[in-house]
């Protein structure tokens, strides 16, 4: 492997790590959010209920989960996973490319001097 197509190979792993640094990100805001989210939507319910009382953190939560805004948070957050676990797949396949180049480039090094190259 020449120094060009090496210099090319970790350019494209620390691409892939900025990619993946900013899928992990974005898996963590949504995460956080989503809690936010239903603790929002739960303070809601309790508000706008019309029976008069207050409802139980079971009822609340039960209500705060069938909300179309926590389902559509919920599959937005399932895309962001995909796309980290993705990005760390590839990452986890460059890095396995770069030790089998390396291992072979020492392992001709060694019989290279061998046979006294």
């Known amino acids: 492997m020449s120094e060009d197509v090496l210099e090319q190979k970790m350019e494209e792993l620390r691409k892939l790590g900025e990619d993946h640094a900013k899928a992990k990100g974005q898996l963590s805001l949504l995460d956080h959010n989503r809690k936010i989210l239903l603790s929002t939507l739960m303070k809601d319910h309790m508000i706008s209920s019309n029976t008069g009382k207050l409802e139980s ?44 180049w390396k291992t072979k480039t020492i392992s001709q090094m060694k019989e290279k001097k061998q046979y006294g190259a």
Do not use: C, G, T
């Not at 937005?76 to 760390?88: H, P």
């Open 57 to 100: 953190v079971n009822a609340q939560e039960r209500e705060a989960r069938a909300d179309p805004k926590y389902q559509n948070h919920i599959k937005a957050l399932a895309i962001a996973i995909e796309n980290e676990s993705n990005l760390l797949w590839k990452k986890k396949l460059v890095d396995m490319n770069f030790e089998a």
